[in-house]
Antibody
């Protein structure tokens, strides 16, 4: 079955960097678009970034553009989120999530990881 | 950028019908997905593409989309339906995926 396992979260000071990883299994990773979505404590879901199955289409929410970089290694079934210049408002549980169907640039999400917590605080 | 508006909370008695709305400018021109989020758990899609229900989701869950409002309807509400529900669309003009603020469903 589809499994998405995030890792790399932790506590970090403002201005520092962190790299999140998402290990995918149970499906043909290189055919699915992938998202990063976060949820701050007590808040709603907040879309962060998207990368298409082939890495050719990338999108970011405005608040992370220029600070975060999404990437993927299709040979290893891995999705990454490089987060630089972290701010307090980046504190959240970060989820990786998969499109419902392969080969699409636009679709709903049907699989989510359990999330990894990032805490940005001095 | 495109904004989706949801009421913060909805309360309904067990066995009754819950209606959760998602407002957006001409939202009917977009495809709406709905996610259920329980505390400490990953989100689960309950309706995709406005009104399609994934396998494993009870028929009690249904969706519609018209004008400026998309609606998630849960009939014969059960205690296990208590969760936060989020609507989501893709906004082509900004190339952003957008979530509504979420609605907390309480079952009385």
């Amino acid at each position: 079955q589809v499994q998405l396992v995030e890792s790399g979260g932790g506590a970090v000071q403002p201005g520092r960097s962190l790299r999140l990883s998402c290990a995918a299994s149970g499906f043909t990773f290189n055919t699915y678009g992938m998202h990063w979505v976060r949820q701050a404590p007590g808040k709603g879901l907040d879309w962060v970034a998207f990368m298409s199955y082939d890495g050719k289409k990338i999108s970011y929410t405005d608040s992370v553009k220029g600070r975060f970089t999404v990437s993927r290694d299709n040979s290893k079934g891995m999705l990454f989120l490089e987060m630089n210049s972290l701010r307090g408002e980046d504190t959240a549980v970060y989820y990786c999530a998969r499109f419902r169907r392969p080969w699409l640039i636009l679709d709903s999400i049907d699989s989510w990881g359990q999330g990894t917590l990032v805490t940005v605080s001095s | 950028s495109y904004v989706l508006t949801q009421s913060p909370s909805v309360s309904v008695a067990s066995g009754q019908t819950a209606t959760i709305t998602c407002g957006g400018n001409n939202i009917e021109s977009k495809t709406v997905n709905w996610y259920q989020k329980r505390a400490g758990q990953a989100p689960v899609v309950v309706v995709h593409d406005d009104s399609d229900r994934p396998s494993g989701i009870p028929e009690r869950f249904s969706g519609s989309n018209s004008g400026n409002t998309a609606t998630l309807t849960i009939t014969r509400v059960e205690a296990g339906d208590e969760a936060d529900y989020f609507c989501q669309v893709y906004d082509r003009s900004s190339d952003h995926w957008v979530f509504g603020g979420g609605t907390k469903l309480s079952v009385l």
